[in-house]
T-cell receptor, first 113, second 111 residues
Framework: SQKIEQNSEALNIQEGKTATLTCNYT??????LQWYRQDPGRGPVFLLL?????KEKRKERLKVTFDTTLKQSLFHITASQPADSATYLC????????????FGRGTSLIVHP | NAGVTQTPKFQVLKTGQSMTLQCAQD?????MYWYRQDPGMGLRLIYY???????DKGEVPNGYNVSRLNKREFSLRLESAAPSQTSVYFC??????????FGPGTRLTVT
């Protein structure tokens, strides 16, 4: 069955550095992959979507890469700020018959001032 | 423009009690979803509705029922609550199959 893997250990970085989060998946080749941000006690918020034919996508300080050969997406936050501290979830469809994304368990990012 | 709203925000039930979680969206989206989120398990899809008048099971539908009342509203019902249903429940909506908009969640405890 499809598996989505995100590092369960929190990522601690210093303010101003680039944070890099990883999402690995197995088996299925998804048509797209999404990244969401979730703050404690709140619902996830959509950040970026990248399609299978796109290698990289940017939005302000965010950059997402999608390597369909490695079955991996990297999510970068440049010039990180304490306000970027949150849990980041990747999501992708896990079967050809479904368009609905399945969510990874998320990685917690903590940016220290 | 409130986005996705959910009621109640918090609920405590005794085992065997029933309740309905309400969800409404004002973005005119066709698709709506119910998820549960448990520590260490991530978000899991319970049911979804691709359009008004249709509903389908997700990954963990057992013990739940849903109703797509109209295009705006999608409710989740627990007929006989069990402690295993203690969780945070999120409703979401989307226009296409991609970007989902989530509500603030309902924190349910079943004792």
């Amino acid at each position: 069955s499809q598996k989505i893997e995100q590092n369960s250990e929190a990522l601690n970085i210093q303010e101003g550095k680039t944070a890099t989060l990883t999402c690995n998946y197995t088996n299925y080749s998804p048509a797209y992959l999404q990244w969401y941000r979730q703050d404690p006690g709140r619902g996830p918020v959509f950040l970026l979507l990248i399609r299978e034919n796109e290698k990289e996508k940017r939005k302000e300080r965010l950059k997402v890469t999608f390597d369909t050969t490695l079955k991996q997406s990297l999510f970068h936050i440049t010039a990180s700020q304490p306000a970027d501290s949150a849990t980041y979830l990747c999501a992708l469809p896990v079967s050809g018959g479904s368009y609905i994304p399945t969510f990874g368990r998320g990685t917690s990012l903590i940016v220290h001032p | 423009n409130a986005g996705v709203t959910q009621t109640p925000k918090f609920q405590v039930l005794k085992t065997g009690q029933s309740m309905t979680l309400q969800c409404a969206q004002d973005m005119n989206h066709n698709s709506m979803y119910w998820y549960r989120q448990d520590p260490g398990m991530g978000l899991r899809l319970i049911y979804y509705s691709a359009s008004e008048g249709t509903t389908d099971k997700g990954e963990v539908p057992n013990g739940y029922n849903v109703s797509r009342l109209n295009k705006r509203e999608f409710s989740l019902r627990l007929e006989s609550a069990a402690p295993s249903q203690t969780s945070v429940y999120f409703c979401a909506s989307s226009e296409n199959s991609y970007e989902q908009y989530f509500g603030p969640g309902t924190r349910l405890t079943v004792t």
